[in-house]
């Protein structure tokens, strides 16, 4: 069985599986129920003992997958609990509080319907390290497991939901929230925040209108990723329904996307950016991770409060393990994953929602005009088909230009104080990834225009 998804390698010998965040793959040709199957017992190798705690997300292949991996971990002798449909992120917290030595997600998060995947969580509910990602894949490929004497039981997981909720509500003023009874728009994107983020909305007293509810593999509402092109239903509800705020989620819940209530789409990087202010103002002298492909405006926001920002290469598993290192309180990327250092050090789309609802519970002002008092700042993101060998060229190129210049993931270049181009190539896609920063909208535009042709020309496109 040969298996393709991942084009990074590990040693020079063996092609490596794990990709940015997690196993992904097309089902039923890049990923087998043979290679599930032999991928969790390399995981049971290297958890070696149980219990489990397993999840699932709401993709057509999720349920089978599931019952493979329940399987296997039992064959390896592991007990392992199942706690059903629920967010990445609620699978993560209740691994670490309700005792578990480890968790497995199955899902591809914002991939398209036809890719599912594993991603793999320690006993402190936090995704595994890229360490101990290299010890799972040397298990796979060396075929380092045994078959127990005595199989691993499986059982069911009531209290994941309740446990996710209740710790996110602890981290926020929940009796200031209800008494300004805010109004939100939740676009579910068909995905797994259907589960819980209307349940903690109501909990606190939001009204509420959902769009995208029904929990549906095949993502026909607007895809599995929210971007600020399919997101035109959300902005309208926001606007129509007077919200003081609407927010979209990917397939697997662990990202968010706001719009404000003038209808207008957040990056992930403003939205990051307002969310850390009115944490560091609380929690001054703190530390934020944040990856290299991040806005630079959060060094500005930081230095007001004496708080110190550390940056990372792109991936979750990159940022969340570097803050339980240094103690931070604040993660993010640019795409909408927001961590919470005092809730869970991984993305939350659940726990970003609440943030936002306990920052505008403290302020009379609307989330347009909370946005307008940030630094200002445009930033754009492209990609472009590129194999290996035609990143290489890329590099090659963009080695030449005369300005200050970071290879800690790809190439970043910076052409001045609050102006920079990215480029990297992805860990789950035959792709690479462009990324640019400005001051101004024309200044990005141009930016972006001029990299791009510089990108296409070294692959000859």
Request: glycine share 10%.
């Amino acid at each position: 069985m040969t298996f393709k998804t991942n084009l990074s390698i590990v040693d020079g010998s063996m092609a490596r599986l794990f990709g940015t965040n997690g196993i992904r793959g097309i089902f039923g040709k890049t990923l087998t129920l043979d290679f599930v199957s032999d991928i969790t017992l390399s995981i049971a190798s290297f958890f070696k003992k149980g219990p489990i705690l397993l999840g699932y997300d709401g993709r057509e292949s999720s349920v089978i997958i599931s019952k493979v991996v329940s399987s296997a971990l039992s064959a390896a002798g592991l007990d392992s609990a199942i706690c059903g449909l629920i967010p990445t992120p609620c699978l993560q917290f209740a691994t670490k509080k309700l005792g578990y030595n480890g968790g497995i997600m199955v899902t591809a998060s914002h991939n398209p319907q036809e890719y599912n995947g594993l991603k793999v969580a320690a006993r402190d509910g936090i995704e595994i390290s890229r360490e101990d990602e290299h010890r799972v894949e040397e298990f796979y490929f060396k075929k380092r497991w045994k078959i127990a004497k005595k199989f691993g039981t499986i059982t069911n997981e009531s209290q994941a939901v309740g446990k996710y909720l209740g710790g996110i509500k602890i981290q926020i003023n929940a009796k200031k929230i209800r008494s300004r009874r805010p109004k939100v728009i939740l676009d579910l994107g068909n995905g797994a925040q259907a589960v819980t983020a209307p349940l903690l909305c109501r909990e606190l007293g939001c009204g509420l209108v959902v769009i995208n509810e029904k929990i549906d593999g095949s993502f026909p509402g607007r895809g599995s990723e929210p971007t600020p092109q399919n997101l035109g239903k959300l902005a309208s509800t926001v606007v129509r329904s007077k919200a003081d705020f609407g927010v979209a989620f990917d397939g697997d819940g662990d990202r968010s996307i706001f719009c404000d209530e003038k209808g207008s789409i957040l990056t992930g990087d403003r939205s990051a950016l307002l969310l850390s202010k009115h944490i560091l103002d609380r929690y001054p002298k703190s530390k934020v991770v944040t990856s290299v492909n991040s806005t630079s405006v959060i060094e500005k926001i930081a230095t007001k409060t004496r708080s110190k920002v550390i940056r990372t290469k792109v991936g979750s598993v990159e940022v969340s393990r570097k803050m339980v290192l240094e103690d931070a309180i604040i993660g993010f990327e640019e795409n909408g994953g927001f961590m919470y250092g005092k809730h869970n050090q991984v993305r939350d789309g659940c726990m970003a929602m609440a943030l936002m609802l306990d920052l505008l519970s403290s302020t009379k002002g609307s989330l347009s005009e909370e946005m307008a008092n940030l630094p200002p700042s445009y930033t754009t993101k492209g990609k472009i088909e590129c194999s290996k060998d035609d990143f290489k060229k890329i590099i090659r190129t963009l080695k030449n230009e005369p300005y200050k210049r970071d290879f800690t993931d790809g190439i970043k270049i910076f052409l001045d104080e609050s102006s920079w181009v990215m480029v990297r190539l992805s860990g789950t896609e035959p792709i690479a990834r462009i990324y640019a920063e400005s001051d101004s909208q024309v200044g990005l535009d141009d930016i972006f225009c001029k990299y791009m042709s510089k990108i296409k020309l070294a692959v000859g496109r």
